[in-house]
């Protein structure tokens, strides 16, 4: 014979609880640990809204009564594939690798958040298309907004919630995070400003939303002191384009003595082209970058830059993606920057 059912006494009334070897279902295993079937769910799934001491009551039951988590069952449930598709706005070239800090760092945050909250991360570039498995997922990620917003356009056409990297101002109607690039670019100005630089230049296409941004502060910044930037025509993000947008620059504007770069790239293009020309850095010419990468940091020599927390921006992302996919409401934001100075 079975063993007999034990009992739980609530008042007056029993419940009849589970012996261990028996087939339970996810209300049964609720009765046992004492809490509810929604916080037995949480708590095997690792939701941060339950606290760990009751998580692990719950899991030590579940283990105790031999009670394994149906995923697929859940998410069939829910009608979801609990799945999170980040797709990456560059194309990959041997100067430009996704093995950077953008967007390394980036997808570093993503994915810590993500996976803790039990969903899974595909990851994908814009090449790629709208794949059917990227189509399969709840939300979408996109890491860039591309020239002109192109990029963000052709992903919203997919009908997923998505949360995009980049310029907050460019474009109201769509949740994204960013850094503050106004603020990063008024910080470049204002340090060449303090070491007397009056003809500086900005390297960086503005047809991307985040290096408008940062040409806006700069430039704004600067005509408080009476003073226009030079833009040359920066073909991309490269240390070979930023190398020979300041060749050209300096053929048509030789006493250029500053110049900000709207990447760390671009930045360590700008002095190799300074050195070939016989300019010190920065004696003759100071520089600036942006994103404060590694790369950039043991450069010789040590390159100044704007510094953006790409991993907390990654969390915040992840975040603001999971609350969509919930159906609840979020807006757009906007992280810190600073400046670190080094040696250029």
């Known amino acids: 014979m079975p063993p007999a059912k034990r009992k739980r006494r609530t008042g007056t009334a029993t419940t009849a609880l589970p012996s261990p070897g028996d087939h339970l279902t996810m209300a049964d295993l609720a009765k046992v640990a004492g809490v509810s079937a929604i916080t037995v769910s949480r708590a095997l799934r690792d939701s941060p ?7 692990a009551r719950v899991r030590e039951v579940a283990q105790q009564y031999g009670y394994a988590f149906n995923v697929s069952a859940r998410n069939l449930k829910l009608r979801r ?3 999170v598709a980040v797709v990456v706005e560059m194309k990959p070239t041997v100067e430009r690798q996704m093995s950077g800090p953008y967007p390394l760092d980036l997808l570093g945050g993503i994915t810590q958040e993500l996976t803790t909250t039990g969903y899974s991360v595909l990851l994908t570039s ?21 020239a002109h917003e192109d990029a963000m ?7 997923r919630p998505m949360v995009v990297w980049g310029a907050v101002s460019r474009h109201e109607s769509q949740v994204v995070v960013g850094s503050d690039n106004r603020r990063g670019g008024a910080l470049a100005a204002e340090r060449f400003i303090a070491l007397g630089r009056r003809r500086p230049a900005f390297l960086g296409d503005p047809a991307h939303g985040e290096f408008a941004e940062r040409l806006e502060g700069f430039a704004g910044a600067l005509a408080r002191h009476g003073i226009t930037p030079q833009t040359p025509t920066v073909a991309s993000f490269t240390v070979s384009a930023g190398a020979e947008a300041v060749h050209a620059l300096l053929e048509a504007n030789p006493q250029v003595d500053a110049l900000f770069a709207a990447s760390d790239l671009l930045a360590i293009g700008a002095i190799r082209a300074l050195i070939e020309r016989g300019r010190r850095v920065p004696e003759d010419v100071s520089v600036i970058g942006y994103d404060d990468t590694p790369l950039g940091a043991t450069y010789v020599p040590p390159l100044t830059s704007v510094h953006q927390n790409f991993i907390d921006a990654g969390v915040l992302l992840a975040r603001k993606v999971r609350t969509l996919i919930e159906g609840e409401a979020t807006t757009s934001e906007t992280l810190p920057t600073h400046l670190v100075v080094r040696a250029t």
């Open 49 to 55: 809204l339950v606290n760990a001491e009751t998580r």
């Open 81 to 83: 594939s609990m799945t």
């Open 126 to 146: 814009l090449q790629g298309g709208s794949l059917p498995n990227v189509q399969a997922a709840d939300g979408v990620i996109l890491l860039g907004q591309g």
């Open 153 to 159: 356009h052709e992903v919203q056409r997919w009908g």
